[in-house]
């Protein structure tokens, strides 16, 4: 199979899909693999690192997507990227559709088959590629938040871990999957007073026998939104419902009730958010201020560690990739449910029942019958 791998041109996204070593792998497994020069340089892979395990360079994206049967990205195809689509071609990526009924309509009109990095399962039904950037987007979070608190950054000038006499910052973490534990416990290490809000009963029960006196855990909802808002300098939202829009957990009205100079890290902003005044930053521009609120909600935060990125979530996807360069997509497919739960669209139809739910629109029911999830 031809394989292609283009230069991400999101804003301030420094990812890559594939390192030179897995490249190496599909080389060896007998398939093409074209690069755009560029296109690792931001994770820090030269042009020359990928041909000399025998990719292809090209020039600009036009003869990857031309040439390519499947293409591998990091981020949800750009509109000038989704000209360059076809029918009968593979898209293997973050799609995060949910909130972008437009890109869900170019990407119907290119006949593409997209399959969704956020909604691929595991045979425990685990998220495996989701994992990797929830784990670093919720560290990285943590240093966010610490940063937007500054008074140069137009926080409230407030120490996470506060001083010899000088109480520590207190921080609500909403949420207690993969983003909202390592959020708490980076914000914790930190030396902040950290609260998390987590729906779940038995998820609550899991966090709190494990990170007893590290941080605490509460149920969510709006008493628990009610008491502790305005007491607190940083809020994180890690709420995540796979595949579908987040729901807005705090209103546009509760920024009254909170201090000013406080803070808001929307971590689920490429699901749209979870804030009711969230809207999509930029790491060149990660802040605006509303009701005095510092609001940080840039869409691809792990894009900010490219590095440490690519490489984890790379890893986590080759498995998938090789399966399907050698098996095809309808046999890599119908071979492993887990990986047929992240199509998404096929041959200008809408298979993911969470985005048609999300933007009121039909979908068809999968056209696998998977016998097992591989993980």
């Not at 390192?19 to 020069?37: F, I, N, T, W, Y």
């Not at 986590?316 to 998404?344: C, H, M, N, R, V």
Request: proline content about 6%; some cysteine; aromatic content about 6%.
């Amino acid at each position: 199979m031809i394989i292609g791998l283009p230069r991400e041109i999101k804003a301030q996204e420094y990812r890559v899909a594939l390192m030179p070593e897995q490249v190496a792998s599909l080389r060896k497994a007998g398939h093409e693999v074209l690069v755009e020069r560029g296109a690792g340089v931001g994770s820090g892979f030269e042009d020359e690192d990928y041909q000399t395990v025998g990719a292809e360079l090209v020039d600009g994206a036009e003869p990857v997507f031309k040439r390519a049967e499947l293409i591998v990205k990091v981020k949800e195809p750009q509109p000038r990227e989704c000209e360059l689509l076809r029918a009968g071609q593979v898209l293997f990526t973050y799609l995060h559709l949910a909130p972008d009924a437009s890109l869900v309509d170019r990407l119907l009109a290119t006949g593409v088959t997209a399959i969704a990095y956020e909604t691929v399962r595991d045979a425990e039904g685990r998220l495996p590629l989701l994992f990797p950037m929830s784990e670093i987007a919720g560290r990285v979070a943590a240093q966010a938040a610490a940063r937007c608190l500054e008074k140069n950054a137009g926080g409230r000038g407030v120490l996470l871990a506060g001083a010899t006499g000088v109480t520590p910052a207190r921080v609500l973490v909403l949420g207690g999957g993969v983003v909202g534990l390592n959020a708490a416990r980076i914000l914790a290490g930190m030396g902040a007073l950290v609260t998390v809000l987590e729906a779940a009963e038995g998820r609550r029960k899991q966090l709190q026998a494990e990170w007893e006196g590290v941080f605490e855990v509460e149920p969510s909802g709006e008493s628990g939104l009610a008491k502790h808002l305005p007491e607190v300098e940083v809020v994180v939202g890690a709420v995540l419902v796979p595949g579908d829009a987040s729901p807005k957990l705090i209103k546009r009205a509760d920024l009254k009730r909170m201090k000013s100079g406080s803070v808001l890290v929307d971590v689920a902003i490429d699901q749209g958010g979870c804030f009711e005044s969230s809207r999509p930053t930029t790491h060149d521009q990660p802040t605006y201020i509303e009701e005095g609120v510092v609001h940080y909600c840039v869409a691809n935060i792990p894009g900010a560690v490219p590095r440490t990125a690519t490489a984890a979530l790379s890893r986590a996807t080759f498995p998938y990739i090789s399966a399907i360069a050698s098996e095809g997509w309808l046999q890599a497919l119908s071979a492993d449910a887990g990986l047929a739960a992240g199509l998404s669209v096929s041959g200008g139809k809408l298979y993911c029942p969470a985005v048609a739910r999300a933007q009121g629109r039909a979908y068809e029911a999968s056209p696998f019958v998977p016998t097992t999830a591989k993980g």
